[in-house]
């Protein structure tokens, strides 16, 4: 499975984005689809996790409100929907996907990896 993220940018603050995350090769085998972030000198971070039908979804506290996290597995893609950016949500963005249908939100539970999208919020 691969997996290739787009859609970051540069943006002001109050600002939105929309991040694309399409799948290719055997997607028959992806199930929880998930955004996580990064900074430098930070550990990777959980945003948004999907699960595969979309009856089960995650948010960061800190993105609550304001972020929507969504798929067509029609098309096998993720999206993440980011409005009210602020200056703390720059960050590389990864997109990620489980090959199994167990319901996981940490890093470290994910099997595939997209490239990651660089998302930068000005002040």
Do not use: H
């Not at 799948?23 to 955004?35: F, H, K, L, P, V």
């Amino acid at each position: 499975v691969q997996l290739q993220a787009s859609g970051g940018g540069l943006v002001q603050a109050g600002g939105s984005l929309r991040l694309s995350c399409a799948a290719s090769g055997r997607t028959r085998s992806i199930y929880t689809m998930a955004w996580f972030r990064q900074t430098p000198g930070k550990e990777r971070e959980t945003v948004a996790a999907i699960s595969r039908a979309g009856g089960s979804v995650y948010y960061a506290d800190s993105v609550k409100g304001r972020f929507a996290i969504s798929r067509d597995n029609a098309k096998n893609a993720v999206y993440l929907q980011m409005n009210s950016l602020k200056p703390d949500d720059t960050a590389v963005y990864y997109c990620a996907a489980r090959g199994d249908s167990a319901w996981y939100i940490t890093v470290r539970e994910y099997d595939y990896w997209g490239q990651g999208t660089q998302v930068t919020v000005s002040s």
